[in-house]
């Protein structure tokens, strides 16, 4: 399960990454997206994968089955996954305001290198 | 695994399949009728990952997956809803 | 300690917590930031004192066990850095009193100067590599905001630059730490380390070398170095002059303490190649910054481009990776803050009696204002490693190591760009103080009352006469450096205080 | 533009309380089952987005009381502020303490970081509906 | 103490603005100059003890841990210099007040006295470190006050040009130090000097030398850093007389002097600095020939001088260090003389031009006094001292070989024209018309020329006391061991004598042909020279520097990316190649990898052809809904892998992300392909590769695990010590809160900020 | 009142979560109910029959056959030939008044056979259904308010039928 | 017992199958919204009594409750706001599609929906089917 989900991974970067390359400022925010899912996709499966139980210790027992899904990782995630949402709502924001004032979305039109 | 609940399982995931090929199908349409399609297409799949999860708390035991479901028949509606509304605005 | 550790990271938050609750007031939010600055200096200072005194302090937040919880540590250069973050915080803070519009203090301005503060903070505190990601973003995301705020065309444009480039960084920083909690299942700085140096198969170091890459990369485009700094020119030179102080005095210094403490800490076995690497790194840095200097015509742009040159003098230091050079990078890492810093407060200065920061249209302005071109001169001077400024203390430890080192051509690079950075800040100099005002340029009438003026030069003065006191009080601080880098290149001190005796 | 829609804000109102209900139940839950602040504050702040869906930004804000970005301090401040009393005690910063509470589970264990918790909860919310109404109020 | 006299200059120089706040203050300069007085007395005071060999000396420990030290330390050379540079530093202090006018005074005294203390600080330092930190702070205060009259352009790139010429061979000769430290095992001087062989044969010895010789020759003007110097003469007069002739200039004589004993009696000494000297000797002579501005001529005469005290200390024999010793100071004297001569012939008759000059002795025959007397000197007439200079020069070549002493003779010709040129011929003839009708100058401007003109003659005529007070102890320092100078005006008719007359009468012969010699060497007029390769090589850099910032910080955004994401997959693929029998197969049946189950192959092309929609379709919004699709898909592999919360999170998160894009979306524009086919297969194809290192990572780093996870903690403790049983959320609020107290800062900060961006309107608040 | 009623619904909804009817689920329970019906007052406040959308949740439950019937015929049309279907969009008069009312008739005409509202007239005096089997437009309208309407009116509002 | 709750599982993923079956094939978007509404919720209908009942403890009952009541409470909602706004896409209707009486009752700029007396002026611009975007 690991090397498919390891070509998956790859796959979203990949997709991620050809959309950051554009040079429309929509696809490059949809871009950061896909990356999103493929860093937390990462995590996860880096971090070993199992169908084992939750990391949930069930309400009958004091102590947890010998088996269980690595709940670090899924921490991790669930951090980076609220952080990459407030960066993205935060793209959103910026890229509305650069088009309203540039007037396009033509990240090659906005390449002041100069002032 | 019961045969039947494979054959449940199969359903579903010939479910997901199709539900995705409506996604892919006619990209070339008016892009809000397309968008609007898929919409519909992941409203489905989002319907059918409910019923995936339930299947998959009935056979692994995990009733877990009942709180997951529940949460995303919630969210599932607003993002719906939201497209719709959105969709129907129309371009600026 | 178990009180000092994290005020750094706590003052700065409920200042800016209450700064937002205080969102209707604009008063209030400005003596909330200079007061928060002032706290957090003095508590950085207690810091500072405290682990010269006692060595490394770490504390576990929370309350866990170490590789477990989240450690906070402070060696000396975090010590040093968060002074430092200390000073130019308060100074930035008095300065952006004055400097700052009305409209941008309303939308937020203090409350996310101070959460600035708090992931440049934290991000020099913790023990954890995720948690140092967590800091990063909330420095990232604080900056991606106060670099948008008030929102021109130019900014805009600065702005998405940096902020996409920042989001692959950091994109490429949170894969690495996936990669490497799947290979060590730890994420503490020390337990990892310990981890690594135990006996290790070919395979398993030559993983532990790609994810070295991957972090070099991910902390090498925060830190802007060579060929990654490209965000850093077009973003820098466009927000108010306030904002870019502290960037360039801050921002792309938690990459460099990032790449110094990895690198030190993390990634030390069989490291030849990769300090080869950042030695040429290094070097590519410096020419290239400074060449781009030497090519701009705008006083930010110029400071901005120097910012990339002389990151290349201190990761210099960890490439050539002995004590007295990582005494070198940091000295020159305390050099560079306060002296870049104050460069870009200078240009808010002209900015304000100019409305300008094109050199092709100030000048005059020794005349006007000698006092201010000392002081320019001063920093300036320092900046390009004149002696006896501090400047000259920090490049010369490096070269020195470098000729010990026998890394001929880095000392050769640093020389050159020395006299290039000397170049272009005599380049400023006689554009904007020598030059005669061009005729068909007009002088606006300044909206600065003296007041304002008043605030915009205290903190100008304060930090140039801190400059020539570095310069003049090398030797502690020196020596202090020095310790740094022998902590540094002593992990096991760094590891024995995270974990205890028995990891 | 006004683009009403009966059905769904009929829909709506009847959701929100149901949601909100969720959401605390969710929250509730958290620190023993799935769910906990973050969880439940997108919940809550779902439940607000769908209403100012059906209805617009403004209508929300209203039945929300509390202006977004001082609902983010508050939850930032109950987040920090649960980490302070370990402090007073003597302990590191955001050490948990707990007491028991005579009443009935999951109320009879009642720590700081169930606070921490509410504060991830409401900065959460403020945060989610600031994005949301901010840019519903985008002309 | 000494030290004390070397920081007092600067302590005055930053008081100094202090004294012209008042308007007409007429009484400051003469109290400036009060300093430098007092300080050539007490140097004066200090002779004694250092002619004995017991040199007062001052240390405290400084930097230890890089090797500089506050040391300070009076010999004879020290003094020497010391006493140049204070005595006529007060000359010059007092000359300035007449020359510039009272607003000027009070941004010139400061730089003046700057200088000042930092030559004294070179003459003084016993340290190298500190040597250069003073040798440097002469090249600032030397450029601010070459940029004196800053409005101008050439007076801005003539003062950039010099520091950049003297700050690059400045940092040269900072590695040559630190070399040499090195090889030394020290910085301070006075222990080096008794570490001679060490360093010698230490394989440094040579590269240290190098470098630290460019510094001195760049300072020193040396061929073919030479250039500088005559396009430093915008400066003001009094400048041009105190630092480009007197002292600063001779800074790098001063450390090739100081370093002899340890560095010099080499063949590579020898060689280098006999021969840059001899050249540069003749070429500024040679060059001086054609000038007729007064200021460009002395500069190039001081070129020629500078180059003789070269050949003489590269030369090192005993006769040459004396004779290098003795032009020092005589040299100092008449050179400071015509300068200031010079200056006031501009300041009277308002030009430099020698050919418009004439007849003048009428009107300031004080100054043509002064002149004379200095021309004297300079042309190298007895009773002058610069007659028993020229008489030492002479010797010495002669004690050589034939050709230096054609190279001497020729450079004593040009000389004799020079000061004839200089000093007599303005005054003498018919008196021209000139812009400005011209008087005396006053008291303050013509007391420093004649004082110095008169001192020429005093120490011709005591040379004996001269030579016992200083010389003698100054070449001891040079030569590194204690040598007697007994110092005669008179030596008898001998060679150097007769070679002497012959000078002084081809001399005054070429004064006569003066104007068809100019036009004769006009036409052979050098343009090729180091100065225009300088202006060559700064204009190349630039260019350089445009076209590399052009190149590389171009503005594009996307090949911003490009490079990264290509660097990224390049390195990242050349460590993974390097790790030794990477078995990606291995992977497939490791025992530590879970099985497939048939929907997860599904749900995997799913996710895969749901980016790949995203990345391909038309539309905006029928890409984002892919996107979510994307999303809600990824949930479920985190469900059938046991992380619920995390599964109900992002499927929270998807949607509500899917409403911030399609509200943000609304308002931005519609997809439009800006890219070339070429480009996009480009991307493609770098896309592709970064998403294979990035699957062959997942798949090394699941391979290979060096420890197991820190996980079993938090199973064990979740419940007994946190009392949660659900372990990723005790996680995020107790084990790891400080992540999520930074996260939902990230979180509030992001929410300010879209507030800020979405509502600001420029003006309203 | 309404909102005691809403408040004890919420209670039992609430003890229900917690797996135990018992008093101190319930205290609780109404204890978070009131909260959350502070918190969705404003959005209360304008509708009087809310209580009535409960109950017309029942109802779509009790008409579930009709639902079962719907759905056997989906199947066959999903499985069948397209050209069988007569769709048609049909403007159907309403009887129903309140908000919660029109919203329920609408959402029972989507899950029952061959019918999906689309949307309702601002007047809110006709719905607009799609229906896939509609040869005879009036039938189907007949059907629409025969059968559902009327049924969801006897439910939601006796005292309308009896005057 | 068990094989009860797998017959009804299996007969809920069999109309989920249908549902999906029917949103694929269906030839316009109101004929696939037909599907998508009816089927599916009816799919996760038995799907949720067959787990219900293969549990049959009240903590999950109560879930089950909920998760349909929920579902049949928002589906027709949802498509309610589709076919709306499908309609506003112009998207165009099957060609066996007998007659609309919706033509032309929406205002195209306010989206009022008028009632059976008073049609909005059609405006002939608008109807036309220009590529636009979303
Ligand atoms: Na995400
Ligand atoms: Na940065």
Not at chain 5, 90 to 118: C, E, H, S
């Amino acid at each position: 399960m690991e090397v498919i989900l390891a070509i998956v991974i790859g796959g979203l970067y990949a997709a991620g990454i050809y959309m950051l390359l554009r040079r429309s400022l929509v696809k490059l925010l949809l871009g950061l997206g896909l990356i999103s899912h493929a860093a937390n996709l990462l995590i996860f499966t880096a971090a070993r994968l199992t169908r084992a139980a939750s990391p949930i210790i069930p309400v009958s027992e004091e102590a947890f089955p010998a088996s269980y899904a690595d709940p670090l990782p899924q921490a991790l995630i669930l951090t980076a996954i609220v952080i990459s949402f407030g960066v993205i709502a935060f793209a959103l924001a910026l890229s509305y305001r650069t088009y309203k004032i540039a007037g396009s979305d033509d990240l090659d039109k906005m390449r002041e290198t100069k002032e | 695994m019961t045969i039947l609940n494979m054959l449940s399982f199969g359903l579903l995931i010939a479910a997901f399949v199709l539900a995705f090929a409506r996604m892919i199908r006619d990209p070339r349409r008016e892009h809000r009728i397309l968008a609007l399609d898929r919409v519909v297409a992941v409203d489905l799949m989002s319907t059918l990952s409910i019923g995936l999860m339930i299947l998959y708390a009935a056979v692994t035991g995990q009733t877990v997956f009942f709180d997951v479901a529940i949460t995303l028949a919630f969210i599932a509606f607003l993002g719906t809803t939201a497209f719709a509304r959105y969709l129907e605005k129309g371009k600026k | 300690m178990n009180i000092l550790l994290p005020l750094p990271i706590i003052i700065p938050l409920l200042t800016g917590i209450v700064a937002l609750l205080a969102y209707r007031s604009r008063t209030a939010q400005r003596w909330l930031n200079v007061t928060g600055s002032t706290a957090l200096l003095i508590a950085t200072i207690f810091l500072l004192i405290g682990v010269e005194r006692n060595g490394i302090y770490a504390v576990q937040i929370a309350g866990w066990l170490a590789p477990y919880g989240i450690t906070l540590v402070a060696d000396l250069l975090s010590a040093i850095m968060l002074v430092l973050v200390g000073i130019i915080g308060l100074a930035v803070a008095i300065f952006s009193l004055a400097d700052i519009e009305p409209a941008d203090e309303t939308f937020g301005f203090h409350q996310l100067y101070q959460f600035l503060l708090m992931g440049v903070c934290g991000a020099f505190l913790t023990g954890d590599l995720f948690n140092l990601y967590v800091w990063f973003e909330v420095m990232l995301m604080a900056s991606f905001v106060l670099l948008a705020l008030g929102g021109d065309h130019g900014q805009m444009q600065g702005a998405l630059k940096y902020v996409t480039i920042n989001l692959v960084s950091s994109a490429i920083f949170l894969a690495a730490l996936g990669l490497l909690y799947g290979t060590v299942g730890t994420l503490n700085m020390a337990d990892v380390a310990d981890k690594f140096s135990k006996e290790l198969s070919a395979q398993e170091s030559g993983l532990i070398n790609t994810l070295a890459i991957l972090f070099l990369i991910a902390f090498g485009i925060k830190a802007a170095i060579f060929p990654l700094f490209f965000w850093l020119p077009d973003s820098y030179h466009t927000p108010s002059v306030s904002v870019s102080a502290v960037f360039s005095g801050l921002l792309t210094k938690v990459g460099v303490y990032a790449l110094i403490r990895v690198f030190t800490l993390v990634f030390v076995q069989d490291m030849d190649l990769i300090h080869n690497l950042i030695l040429i790194i290094a070097g590519l840095t410096m020419v290239t910054g400074v060449l781009g200097a030497a090519s701009q015509m705008e006083f930010r742009r110029v400071l901005s481009f120097h910012i990339i040159s002389q990151i290349g003098f201190m990761i210099m230091g960890l490439g050539l990776f002995t004590p007295i050079a990582l005494a070198g990078s940091v000295f020159y890492i305390v050099h560079h803050i306060i002296v870049k810093s104050n460069l870009f407060l200078i240009s808010g200065v002209v900015k304000h009696m100019y409305g300008t920061l094109k050199l092709k249209e100030i000048g005059g302005l020794y005349k006007r204002m000698p006092i201010l071109g000392i002081l320019f001169l001063v920093v300036a001077l320092s900046l390009a490693g004149f002696p006896p400024l501090s400047g000259f203390f920090a490049k010369f430890g490096l070269i020195r190591e470098g000729l010990v080192q026998e890394s001929y051509f880095i000392v050769f690079v640093s020389l050159v760009v020395g006299l290039l950075t000397l170049f272009s800040m005599i380049k400023i100099w006689n554009e904007v103080f020598w030059k005669e005002l061009p005729e068909h340029v007009d002088i606006p009438t300044s909206a600065m009352n003296q007041a304002g003026l008043k605030i915009l030069f205290a903190p100008i003065v304060v930090l140039a006469f801190i400059t020539i006191l570095i310069g003049l009080g090398a030797s502690p601080i020196f020596d202090l450096a020095l310790r740094a880098g022998e902590q540094l290149l002593n992990p096991s001190i760094y590891i024995r205080a995270v974990l205890g005796d028995s990891p | 533009m006004k683009m009403d829609s009966l059905i769904l804000k009929t829909t709506a109102r009847l959701l929100l309380p149901n949601l909100l209900l969720f959401s605390l139940f969710i929250f509730i839950r958290g620190h023993n089952e799935p769910g906990g602040g973050f969880i439940a504050g997108l919940v809550a702040s779902a439940a607000y987005a769908l209403y100012s869906i059906a209805f617009d930004a403004e209508q929300a804000r209203h039945v929300l009381g509390i202006e977004t970005r001082l609902l983010i301090g508050i939850g930032l401040v109950l987040a920090l502020l649960s980490g302070f009393f370990s402090m007073f005690g003597g302990q590191a910063f955001l050490v948990g303490l707990w007491i028991d509470l005579p009443l009935p589970s999951p109320f009879n264990k009642v720590g700081t970081p169930l606070l921490f918790d509410m504060g991830v909860f409401l900065a959460v919310v403020g945060v989610t509906l600031t994005f949301i109404f901010a840019l519903e109020e985008v002309k | 103490m000494i030290a004390v006299s070397v920081l007092s200059v600067f302590a005055v120089a930053l008081l100094s603005p202090l004294l012209f706040r008042r308007q007409n203050n007429n009484i400051s300069p003469w109290l400036i100059a009060l300093l430098p007085l007092g300080l050539s007395a007490y140097y004066i005071s200090l002779l004694p003890s250092a002619a004995v060999g017991n040199p007062l000396t001052f240390t405290r420990p400084w930097a230890e841990a890089l090797g500089a030290s506050f040391s300070f330390r009076a010999d004879g050379l020290g003094l020497l210099f010391a006493l140049l540079i204070s005595g006529i530093g007060t000359l010059v202090v007092i000359y300035a007040r007449g020359y510039l006018n009272q607003k000027d005074l009070a941004l010139f005294y400061p730089w003046l006295l700057a200088f000042m203390g930092a030559m004294l600080g070179v003459a003084l330092s016993d340290n190298l470190i500190l040597l250069f930190i003073f040798w440097e702070l002469t090249s600032l205060s030397s450029f601010m006050l070459i940029g004196f009259k800053n409005e101008k352009e050439a007076a801005r790139s003539s003062a950039l040009q010099a520091l950049l010429v003297t700050s690059a061979g400045g940092l040269a000769m900072l590695a040559g130090i630190i070399l040499l430290g090195m090889a030394g095992g020290t910085y301070e001087i006075s222990a080096l000097l008794s570490n001679r062989m060490a360093v010698q044969s230490h394989s440094l010895y040579l590269p240290a030398l190098i470098l630290i010789l460019l510094g001195a020759f760049t300072k020193s003007a040396q061929f073919p850093f030479h250039f500088w110097l005559p396009n430093a003469m915008v400066a003001p007069t009094p400048v041009s007389a105190y630092l480009h002739s007197a002292t600063m200039v001779k800074a790098g004589v001063y450390l090739m002097a100081r370093l002899h004993p340890v560095l010099g009696g080499t063949d590579a000494w020898t060689y280098i600095v006999g021969g840059v000297g001899t050249l540069t000797m003749l070429i500024g002579g040679y060059l001086a020939l054609s000038q007729t501005d007064l200021k460009r001529l002395l500069a190039y005469s001081t070129l020629s001088a500078l180059g003789t005290l070269t050949m003489l200390i590269g030369l090192g024999t005993p006769l040459a260090l004396k004779a290098a010793v003795v032009l020092l100071l005589a040299h100092g004297l008449y050179k400071g003389a015509l300068f200031l001569v010079a200056g006031a012939l501009e300041h009277e008759t308002g030009t430099r031009d020698v050919t418009k000059l004439g007849g003048l002795f009428r009107v300031m025959p004080i100054t043509a006094i002064g002149a004379g007397v200095a021309a004297l000197s300079m042309a190298g007439l007895p009773p002058l001292f610069g007659f028993i200079s020229k008489e030492l020069i002479y010797e010495t070549g002669l004690e050589i070989n034939l050709w230096l002493t054609v190279a001497i003779v020729a450079m004593g010709l040009f000389n004799v024209f020079i000061a004839i040129v200089v000093g007599v011929g303005p005054f003498i003839g018919k008196q021209t018309k000139t812009p400005n009708k011209a008087h005396e100058v006053p008291f303050s401007m013509w007391l420093a020329p004649t004082l110095l003109a008169g001192l020429s003659l005093f120490a011709g005529m005591f040379p004996g006391e001269v030579s016992s007070l200083i010389i003698s102890s100054a070449t001891s320092s040079v030569v590194g061991e204690a040598v007697v100078v007994k110092l005669k005006l008179w030596h008898g008719i001998n060679p150097a004598f007769l070679l002497s007359i012959g000078t002084v009468i081809a001399g005054i012969a070429l004064f006569f042909v003066r104007n068809s010699l100019r036009s004769v060497l006009q036409k052979f007029e050098w343009k090729w020279g180091p100065g225009y390769l300088y202006n060559y090589a700064l204009e190349g850099l630039m260019n350089f520097a445009n076209w590399q910032t052009r190149i590389i910080q171009h503005g594009y955004l996307r090949y911003y990316l490009r490079v990264i994401v290509l660097i990224l997959t390049v390195s990242g693929a050349v460590a993974l190649w390097r790790i030794p029998s990477v078995n990606l197969i291995s992977s497939f049946n490791d025992s530590n990898t879970s099985n497939v189950m048939f929907y997860d192959v599904m749900l995997a092309v799913l996710i895969l052809g749901s980016a790949l929609v995203a990345v391909l379709s038309p539309s905006r919004m029928g890409a984002i809904v892919a996107l979510g699709a994307a999303g809600y898909l990824i949930a479920l592999i985190y469900l059938f892998f046991g992380a619920p919360d995390l599964a109900i999170t992002q499927f929270a998160i998807e949607s509500l992300t899917v409403i911030l894009f399609v509200l943000a979306f609304y308002h931005l524009p519609k997809f439009q392909t800006f890219s070339s086919a070429s480009e996009r297969k480009i991307d493609a194809v770098i896309s592709l590769l970064a998403g294979a290192l990035m699957t062959m990572l997942v798949l090394v780093a699941v391979d290979v695990q060096i420890a197991s996870s820190i996980s079993h903690y938090y199973i064990e403790n979740s419940l007994p010590l946190a009392y949660g049983r659900n372990i990723v959320n005790v996680i995020l609020v107790d084990f790891r809160n400080l992540d999520t107290l930074g996260e939902i800062t990230v979180l509030g900060v992001a929410g300010i900020g879209v507030y800020a961006l979405l509502k600001f309107r420029k003006g309203k608040e | 009142m309404k909102y005691f009623i809403l408040n004890i619904i919420l209670a039992i909804i609430w003890s229900l979560l917690e797996e135990d009817i018992n008093a101190s689920n319930l205290i609780i329970g109404f204890i978070l109910g009131h909260i959350v019906l502070q918190l969705s007052r404003r959005a209360l406040g304008p509708s009087p029959y809310l209580y009535g959308i409960f109950k017309a949740i029942d109802l779509v439950l009790y008409f579930w056959v009709e639902i079962f019937k719907t759905n056997l015929r989906l199947v066959v049309d999903v499985l069948t030939p397209i050209n069988y279907m007569k769709p048609r969009i049909i403007a159907v008069p309403l009887d129903v008044t309140s908000d919660a009312e029109i919203t329920a008739l609408a959402n029972l005409i989507s899950l029952t056979p061959g019918s999906l509202s689309l949307d309702v007239s601002a007047d809110r005096h006709v719905l607009y259904i799609h229906a896939m089997y509609a040869e005879d437009k009036n039938k189907v309208i007949r059907d629409v308010k025969g059968k559902l309407e009327r049924r969801l009116l006897e439910f939601a509002s006796p005292a309308k039928d009896n005057s | 017992m068990n094989l009860l709750s797998e017959i009804l599982m299996f007969i809920g993923a069999f109309f989920m199958f249908v549902a999906a079956l029917g949103v694929f094939r269906m030839p316009d978007i109101y004929m696939r919204l037909h599907a998508n509404t009816k089927s599916a919720t009816f799919g996760v209908l038995f799907l949720v009594s067959g787990a219900a009942w293969h549990f049959w403890e009240i903590a999950i009952v109560m879930r089950a409750i909920i998760i349909v009541i929920f579902i049949f409470a928002t589906a027709p909602v949802a498509a309610h706001m589709l076919g709306r706004a499908a309609y506003f896409a112009k998207a165009p209707v099957w060609k066996g599609t007998l007659s609309d009486d919706m033509k032309d009752k929406y205002d195209p700029k306010t989206h009022e929906l008028a009632g059976i007396q008073k049609n909005h002026k059609p405006t002939t611009a608008k109807s036309k089917r220009d590529k636009q975007d979303d």
